[in-house]
């Protein structure tokens, strides 16, 4: 959140990945909140490497997909997290709220540009259909890419989000008065951002 208000550390040590939260302006939570926890660094790396090599396709050099348009995507990059020349990754609350606009009728919101070209123009992803479904897709290679059903798209991410403890720290966040304020000024600035 801006103004350094939640902070999450993850650290890797003796083959564990170790995530701990702290915050201001909420009341910092009991000792058996699950605010702090650690998985093994292995098991972690295992699920990743199972979830990407089932979504691994070919494709060929002139295949197309839709890709956002520059207005919109810079738009959409503004709400996503950064990260400082410290290493510290700043994570927009609003993100977690915001839904897109998938009507690929729309000219001003899409372009159709060749998936090869993703490897080096932003944003390295686009959206095809492969048999009859919608996918997201991530060139990785001249003939190969990275291409999840939408109903699947952040199964990594919901995975990392666990392992990081973010998800718990949500639960815990709608379940304190200060929690519910942050979350309703997200939700409020996110309104401001209309047309992703």
């Not at 009991?30 to 702090?36: C, G, R, T, Y």
């Not at 390295?124 to 890419?145: A, C, D, H, T, Y």
Request: with cysteine.
């Amino acid at each position: 959140m801006e103004g350094n208000d939640i902070h999450l550390t993850v650290w890797e040590n003796m083959g564990k990945v170790r995530y701990h939260v702290r915050h201001k302006g909420i009341k910092e939570p009991a000792d058996e909140s699950p605010l702090s926890a650690q998985k093994s660094s292995k098991l972690v790396a295992n699920d990743i490497e199972k979830m990407i090599k089932k979504r691994l396709k070919t494709y060929n050099r002139d295949s197309l997909c839709w890709a956002f348009t520059f207005p919109r995507w810079e738009k959409i990059k503004s709400i996503l997290p950064k990260t400082d020349l410290a290493g510290n990754v700043y994570v927009p609350l609003e993100i977690n709220f915001a839904q897109l606009d998938m009507d690929f009728s729309k000219s001003d919101l899409w372009i159709r540009v060749r998936i090869q070209e993703l490897l080096t123009t932003e944003p390295f992803f686009g959206f095809k259909e492969i048999r009859r479904e919608l996918r997201l897709v991530k060139p990785i290679s001249k003939n190969q890419m990275l291409a999840w059903p939408l109903s699947k798209v952040d199964e990594i991410q919901r995975y990392m989000l666990e392992v990081f403890g973010i998800d718990q720290f949500f639960q815990y966040l709608e379940n304190t008065p200060e929690g519910r304020q942050y979350i309703s000024q997200a939700q409020s600035k996110l309104r401001q951002l209309i047309g992703l």
